[in-house]
C-alpha cells in the first residue's frame, strides 16, 4: 500500500488490492473450518507479522525492543491458539 502513493500508482494499486482480495477469499475458505473469532486472531497476528517483515526488509524500518516484544507475544500467542486450543480443526 505505501508504494501505492495513496492509489495514486496504477500498478502498485493493482497489486495492493489484488493482495486484499486474495486475503480476503483465503480468510472466507478458512472460516468453513474455525470459528471466525479463532481465524480472524490467527490472520491478523501472521498479517501483523509479515507487514512488520515487509517493512524491516524492504523499506529499512527498523524495531526497538518493546516492539519485538510485543511481535513476539502474538507470535506466541499464534502458536498457543494452534498447538493447544480446540477450537481449532487439525
Same mark, same amino acid.
Given at each position: 500500500m505505501k508504494q501505492s502513493e495513496q492509489f495514486t500508482k496504477l500498478v502498485p494499486s493493482v497489486f495492493t *488490492? !489484488?493482495?486484499y482480495a486474495a486475503a480476503f477469499y483465503c480468510l472466507s475458505v478458512v472460516l468453513k473450518n474455525i470459528p471466525v473469532g479463532i481465524?480472524?486472531?490467527i490472520w491478523s497476528g501472521v498479517g501483523? *507479522? !509479515?507487514i512488520a517483515l515487509i517493512?524491516?526488509?524492504v523499506?529499512?524500518?527498523h524495531?526497538?525492543?518493546p516492539a519485538i516484544i510485543g511481535l513476539a507475544l502474538i507470535i506466541a500467542g499464534v502458536v498457543v491458539i494452534n498447538?493447544?486450543?480446540n477450537s481449532?480443526?487439525?
Open positions: *488490492i !489484488l493482495g481465524a480472524y486472531a501483523i *507479522i !509479515l517493512g524491516f526488509f523499506f529499512k524500518q524495531l526497538d525492543l498447538v493447544f486450543s481449532v480443526s487439525h
